[in-house]
């Protein structure tokens, strides 16, 4: 058995130590916060209702292979939802429903969708096409420019990036397109591309958990850690900035 130091208590740091656990090294995870989650915390608003604020990973990507893969090794995947179709929320109010099924394309291209008309899309093919091509192999530049100006170079009409680019950048990118970095999208355009060519239209696909964040990422692993416990005299409990972990398997 290996002795391992994993150091940082984030996502990362939470799914190398359960997979190493897993494989049978025996895991301490060292975080200097005093509690789990790294950015992405779940934490009481009121401890009277216990009504929970989340901050951090809420939008899950079905291309996302490491975060599904770490919630299966802890038990809490079933806790994730990948509907057919996502709400949309504009800034302006205006609400809409996209989709990647045949019939919210068919929606789209007919000019269904409220704040998209059939001008939009038409008008938005030739700026899709350059952000797929730019997306294969991003360049260098696009580091140096941001989301909303990489719209402007390639021409994406007003009404597409005000009802599915902007809310989609600011859930991938967690940064508004005035301010994320071109590149840091196509990347995240690359990879989804990649994965769809394994895993078809779900690699596409927007998941949300059904639980709070704290729950879904943080609850499984102190809860086998915990139930390990007993047998394996490891020490789950936070003591300090130390966790020991242990075969947390689901
Ligand atoms: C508000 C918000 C919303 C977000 N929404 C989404 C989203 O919807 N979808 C999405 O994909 N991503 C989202 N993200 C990004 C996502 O939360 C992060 O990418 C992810 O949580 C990063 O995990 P990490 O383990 O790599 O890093 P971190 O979470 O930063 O964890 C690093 C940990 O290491 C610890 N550490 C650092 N140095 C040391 C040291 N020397 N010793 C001990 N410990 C140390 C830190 O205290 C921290 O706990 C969001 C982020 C924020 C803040």
Not at 130 to 138: D, F, K, T, V, Y
Not at 211 to 231: E, F, M
Request: glycine share 12%; aromatic share 6%.
């Amino acid at each position: 058995m290996r002795r391992v130091v994993v150091i940082g208590g984030g996502l990362a740091g939470l799914a190398s130590a359960v997979w190493l656990a897993e494989a049978g090294d025996q895991v301490t995870l060292l975080e200097r916060r005093g509690r789990l989650g790294g950015r992405t915390l779940g934490f009481p608003l009121n401890e009277a209702d216990g009504e929970m604020v989340d901050n951090g990973q809420h939008v899950i990507a079905g291309s996302y292979d490491y975060i599904l893969k770490y919630l299966d090794s802890v038990g809490t995947r079933k806790f994730v939802a990948f509907p057919d179709t996502f709400g949309i929320r504009a800034a302006d109010g205006t609400t809409a429903t996209l989709g990647v099924r045949a019939r919210d394309q068919l929606r789209l291209w007919t000019g269904r969708v409220p704040g998209i008309g059939v001008r939009d899309v038409m008008r938005s093919v030739l700026p899709h096409l350059r952000m797929m091509a730019a997306s294969l192999r991003p360049k260098d530049e696009l580091d140096e420019i941001t989301v909303e100006q990489w719209f402007d170079r390639i021409g994406m009409p007003q009404a597409l990036r005000r009802m599915l680019w902007w809310p989609v950048a600011l859930g991938v990118l967690n940064e508004v397109p005035p301010l994320a970095s071109a590149h840091a999208l196509a990347s995240v355009m690359r990879t989804g591309n990649r994965k769809a060519l394994r895993h078809g239209r779900r690699a596409f696909s927007i998941g949300y958990p059904t639980v709070d964040l704290r729950t879904l990422y943080l609850t499984g692993p102190r809860r086998c850690s915990r139930r390990r416990a007993s047998t394996s005299g490891c020490v789950p409990r936070p003591r300090g900035s130390r966790w020991t972990v242990a075969g947390c398997g689901a």
